[in-house]
């Protein structure tokens, strides 16, 4: 079974790499203490196509199982941020689950996507809030 990952019809408005800025113009709740960390430039180089996919998941999307592809993409590449944001995590930990992230993706870069996106089985509906 293929999985498909469906681009935003907007995704072809803002075209080229994503910036530092627009990042954190785009989620505020990664702290901006990051911004200077290399690592963190990579990250958003290799992810800004599908961080500018990217949606926070409402609470009863959680509940319903993460949501869609671009629910997933938050968990996966923004929560750890987030989580460091909000004083639980340290920095240490953030930035090496960052690397970790980007290593991952190096093995891979072609089917990456795919891999944030847990499969369903077929004719399953899909997760939303009732």
Not at 13 to 24: A, I, V, Y
Not at 97 to 115: G, I, N, S, V, W
Request: some cysteine.
């Amino acid at each position: 079974m293929a999985i498909q990952i469906r681009v935003a019809k907007d995704m072809g408005r803002t075209s080229g790499p994503m910036t530092l800025d627009e990042f954190h113009a785009r989620f505020p709740e990664v702290p901006r203490d990051l911004r200077e960390e290399s690592v963190l430039a990579q990250y958003v180089e290799a992810f800004g196509h599908l961080l500018r996919l990217a949606q926070k998941p409402s609470p009863c999307m959680m509940r319903e199982g993460g949501g869609d592809a671009p629910h997933q993409f938050y968990l996966r590449l923004v929560n750890d941020l987030a989580i460091y944001g909000i004083g639980l995590a340290t920095r240490d930990r953030t930035l090496a689950r960052l690397r970790a992230t980007l290593e991952e993706y190096r093995k891979q870069p072609a089917t990456f996507a795919c891999t944030l996106v847990p499969r369903r089985a077929p004719g399953a509906p899909r997760p939303g809030c009732a």
